[in-house]
């Protein structure tokens, strides 16, 4: 086991040893929304995020406005930023509800509560995921979905269409944000051609 300061290069590629920016990229650019103790909705974007089970999400943060109101409320609700919303979300993710507690009215988005946890729903983000806290420990948020909803305007067969709802991802190599892009496969059906042989 080499030690993180010191690494070997591997032959005939760049190295970049263990410090830098790029561990897993792109992140989802995941929009976190909770009331304060003033039922006054918060909103922060956080890109260390994923599905952690079929039915649980898993978000790594540090202290925020959001943390203290995810402790007063046990609830929050995920959406996922947008072409539309890269400004807007940047903004959100840039500055602290702490220090700017109007900060999602400054951006003009709207928002209604929840009818299945104590958490606003941003009405500006077509997609919603409505959470309960499993666990909140070093870091560590866990939440379960209790209910996905949807804007008719991101549907296509019933099923949400990401062309339609055009999410966007963090490149933390290039500290950019990307558009999700067109689909380039089948999931567990673009490999079956390696079973013909």
């Known amino acids: 086991m080499t030690d993180s300061k010191e690494f070997r290069e591997v032959?005939?590629?760049r190295n970049f040893g263990p410090?830098?920016?790029?561990?897993?990229?792109?992140?989802?650019?995941?929009?976190i929304a909770t009331w304060d103790k003033d039922h006054t909705p918060d909103v922060m974007m956080a890109a260390w995020a994923g599905q952690y089970?079929?039915?649980?999400?898993?978000?790594?943060?540090?202290?925020?406005?959001?943390?203290?109101?995810?402790?007063?409320?046990g609830a929050f609700t995920v959406s996922f930023a947008d072409e539309?919303?890269?400004?807007?979300?940047?903004?959100?993710?840039?500055?602290?509800?702490?220090?700017?507690?109007?900060?999602?009215?400054?951006v003009g988005f709207t928002v209604s509560p929840s009818p299945n946890v104590d958490a606003p729903i941003i009405n500006?983000?077509?997609?919603?995921?409505?959470?309960?806290?499993?666990?909140?420990a070093d870091g560590i948020l866990v939440g379960e979905v209790v209910n996905m909803s949807a804007d008719e305007s991101v549907i296509t067969?019933?099923?949400?269409d990401?062309?339609?709802?055009?999410?966007?991802?963090f490149d933390a190599a290039s500290m950019t944000y990307r558009s999700v892009?067109?689909?380039?496969?089948?999931?567990?059906?673009?490999?079956?051609?390696?079973?013909?042989?």
């Not at 830098?20 to 989802?28: E, K, R």
């Not at 039915?55 to 203290?68: D, F, L, N, R």
């Not at 997609?127 to 806290?133: A, D, I």
Request: include cysteine; glycine fraction near 8%; aromatic fraction near 6%.
């Open 11 to 13: 032959e005939g590629r």
């Open 19 to 31: 410090d830098h920016a790029l561990v897993t990229t792109p992140q989802p650019c995941v929009m």
């Open 53 to 73: 089970d079929y039915k649980q999400i898993v978000v790594s943060m540090s202290k925020h406005k959001t943390t203290a109101n995810l402790e007063e409320t």
């Open 84 to 106: 539309r919303t890269v400004a807007e979300s940047d903004y959100l993710g840039l500055v602290s509800g702490f220090k700017v507690p109007d900060k999602v009215a400054r």
């Open 124 to 136: 500006d983000y077509p997609l919603t995921l409505e959470c309960k806290v499993l666990s909140w």
């Open 157 to 160: 067969d019933g099923k949400v």
């Open 162 to 169: 990401l062309a339609k709802l055009k999410p966007i991802v």
């Open 181 to 197: 892009g067109d689909v380039v496969g089948k999931a567990w059906g673009a490999g079956k051609k390696f079973n013909e042989k």
